[in-house]
Structure formats: C-alpha cells, structure tokens
C-alpha cells in the first residue's frame, strides 16, 4: 500500500532531496541547502546530521560569510559506500564494484557459454557469490543492482519475459536476496542506461528522450516528461520487436520480420562468415581475423569499416536502412528530444550514426526535418555497469534526474 501522510515517510523524502541536493550542488552550506529547496533550517539541519553519520556527506570548507559566522560547507561523498552492479545478456555477465559516482573499482566479465534458463540463473548467483567472497566484510555495500534484456518488473523484481534466455517470471530479486542478505534492485537494461545517461552521461538537459541499444537483440528505453515509461506490464520499449518486413524471418518471439533480427550482432556476424565462406566479395576481415571465425567481433567490423572496407560498408548500409525504419515510426509516435545509441557497433563508429541521421531526416515528416537529433552514448564502454549503479541509486537515494 503507498504510505500517505506518514512523518516518516516524509522524513525519508525530504533526507532525500537533501542529499540529492548537496549531490548537485556542493560544496554548499546547511542555510543555502534551506533556501534552495524550500525546506526549514531545522529539517536540513537533522538530515544533515544523519547523512555524516552515516559517511555519504561530510563536511568540506568555510565558505564566504554574508554576516555572521561563516558557513561550514557540505559535500556529497561517494567512497564510503559501494554498489555491486551485475549485467546478464545472452553472452556475458559483468559484475562490477562501484562507488556512488558509478567509479568503477573493479570489474570480472563471465562468458555465459550460452546458457539459458535456470542454467544462467544459476550461473549469475555463483558469479555473484564468488565476487562477494573477496570482500572481508559486506558493511559499506548499499545493495547488488542487477539489469538484463526482455520484459521486466521492476518493482516485484521479476523477470518476466526473456526469450534469448529462456527466462519466464523468474523471481531474481528475491533469489538473491534470500541467498545473500543484500538489497537487491531489479530492472530492464535499456531503463537502467537511461537512467544513467542522466545521473552519469552528457544528456541531462534533456527530459523526453529514446535510448536504443543494439547488441544481441535490440532494446530501447522511453523517458517522457523526465520519467522512465514502463508500460502496463513493464514491456515498453521493446522496439527490436516491431514488425519491419512482413513476412520476414522468424523471430525468437514467434513473431515474423522483427526489427532485431535485421539489426543484432548475431545477424551482422552471419552476413559476415557467409561472405568469407562464399568468397564472393573481398574483405579486410580476412587479414584482421585469419581463418579463425570467432576472432570476429563487433570491434573488429567497425574497424574494417572506418578503413573503408567495402564489405562491411555494405552490410553497415543495410542496417542503418532498417534501424531508421524503427526510429521514423518511434519519432513520430513519441516525438523525442534526441535519439541516443549503443552497443559496440555503435562505439567508434561515427559513419553509422551519420548515416542513421542521412537516412531518417529523409523521411521524416517535414517539420521534424531539422530536428531530427541522434547521438551516440556519452556512457562509454562501461555503459552496462553505470546503468546497473543508476537503478539503485534511483531505487534507494531517489536522486532525481
């Protein structure tokens, strides 16, 4: 049930505001902290004290007086308190330790040798326990943030729905939990990578925006008005699973001629070996990679693309040609500020993105020609990790974006 009219409730709220406050804008004074937010003195004087007890806030300078005493400063503090963040896709688990600025202190990547169901499961909770095992104690540990692809709820912290993964109404939240006493947050991938392109990325002034990502399927995450939209049962944002060719291939959702297979990596892989296999065309994948296929990968294709290799031009071409189909229909359904892109095709690879731009602001309607603003990710290659450490830090501080 939501608690309304609750002191502590509103306590809780207003240590929130507090200390998002002193995230933003220290170092900065008790009395300027009132002022700013429109709270008492007293109010931010007690929440103060509890957030330097607790060590995410400590005291950092003298400031300028305005007569009177001069003001003692207040800093958020990020080190005293650390984020386990785990990331689970259909090739790889990343967990990593971060401190509340999403710094990264360390980082293991797991191949999941393609394992699904209660296999991954599994996997990931041995992944996490080993992880955990390196720590004398778990006293500073603000909880384990676990992101993935598919349907999502995220408040009951379920997987609802992953066909890459064979994950149906998995109740990962609580597993974890159970098993290792920590708070536990659970969400979508693509939500969690909005969130941090926020709170950690260049995108902040911007309230109404579409983030997709492209790797082993294609996801997206929709922030309207400042707020993730979810849907009614968490499935938003599930743009690889558009219809892009009637009576196209057969996706792994049942459905026919979905956006990602066109688009995903595993696809892009195929066209790549198929040609190599063929030898119809000439390609500098040959020399990069030798006779052994699995060295190719997505860094591998974009680097024969900015040496101009024709091949992977074309196949680059193809792409980008159904990726705009998906983004046309989602720029004029949602009408979004910008359009945001990752995964490691997008990565280095500034030729795509322009040609996404080239493609789409063709066929646009006319008043959104000029408009028309897609832009590759400001997260970096660790981009998995600081959305996983944006969930909880939305979930627990409810640090507002």
């Known amino acids: 049930m939501r608690r309304t009219g609750d002191l502590k409730?509103?306590?809780e709220l207003n240590r929130s505001i507090i200390l998002d406050t002193i995230r933003k804008h220290g170092p900065i004074s008790r009395s300027d902290i009132a002022k700013l937010i429109n709270i008492s003195p007293t109010t931010v004087t007690s929440a103060v004290n509890e957030l330097i007890n607790e060590g995410?806030?400590?005291e950092d300078g003298i400031g300028i007086s305005n007569g009177g005493r001069k003001p003692v400063l207040l800093r958020f503090d990020p080190n005293t308190r650390y984020v386990i963040g785990v990331s689970i896709s259909n090739s790889f688990i990343k967990i990593s330790e971060m401190n509340l600025e999403g710094s990264i202190i360390r980082k293991e990547i797991h191949s999941t040798n393609y394992q699904q169901g209660e296999e991954i499961i599994s996997l990931t909770l041995q992944i996490i326990e080993h992880f955990l095992q390196s720590k004398e104690?778990?006293?500073?540990?603000?909880?384990?943030?676990i992101i993935t692809p598919g349907i999502v709820d995220a408040g009951k912290g379920i997987v609802s729905y992953n066909t890459k993964l064979k994950l149906y109404d998995v109740p990962l939240k609580e597993m974890v939990e159970q098993q290792f006493g920590l708070p536990?947050?659970?969400d979508n991938d693509t939500n969690a990578f909005v969130l941090a392109e926020n709170y950690f990325g260049s995108f902040g002034q911007y309230k109404d925006l579409v983030y997709i990502t492209i790797g082993d399927g294609v996801g997206s995450g929709i922030m309207v008005n400042g707020k993730i939209i979810r849907g009614y049962k968490g499935?938003?944002?599930e743009l690889g699973h558009t219809t892009i060719v009637k009576g196209g291939l057969k996706c792994e959702c049942g459905n026919e001629g979905c956006l990602e297979n066109y688009v995903n990596w595993p696809a892009i892989y195929s066209k790549i070996v198929t040609a190599l296999m063929s030898r119809g065309k000439e390609t500098i994948i040959r020399d990069?990679?030798?006779d052994d296929l699995s060295r190719i990968t997505p860094a591998v294709f974009v680097q024969a693309i900015n040496e101009g290799d024709s091949l992977c031009l074309q196949i680059m071409e193809e792409i980008a040609s159904h990726l705009s189909t998906g983004i046309i229909n989602t720029i004029h359904?949602?009408?979004p500020e910008v359009i945001i892109l990752s995964g490691e095709i997008v990565q280095e690879n500034d030729l795509f993105v322009n040609l996404l731009k080239s493609h789409v602001s063709k066929q646009v309607i006319p008043i959104l020609k000029e408009e028309v603003n897609i832009q590759p990710t400001s997260l970096?290659?660790?981009f998995e990790m600081l959305g996983a450490a944006a969930v909880l830090l939305q979930e627990k501080y409810q640090f507002t974006i």
Do not use: I, K
């Not at 104690?137 to 943030?145: D, K």
């Open 235 to 237: 499935s938003s944002g």
């Open 56 to 58: 995410v806030v400590r």
């Open 137 to 145: 104690n778990l006293e500073g540990c603000e909880g384990v943030s």
């Open 184 to 186: 536990t947050y659970l």
């Open 333 to 335: 359904l949602l009408n």
């Open 9 to 11: 409730l509103m306590q």
């Open 288 to 290: 990069l990679v030798g």
């Open 380 to 382: 970096g290659a660790d």
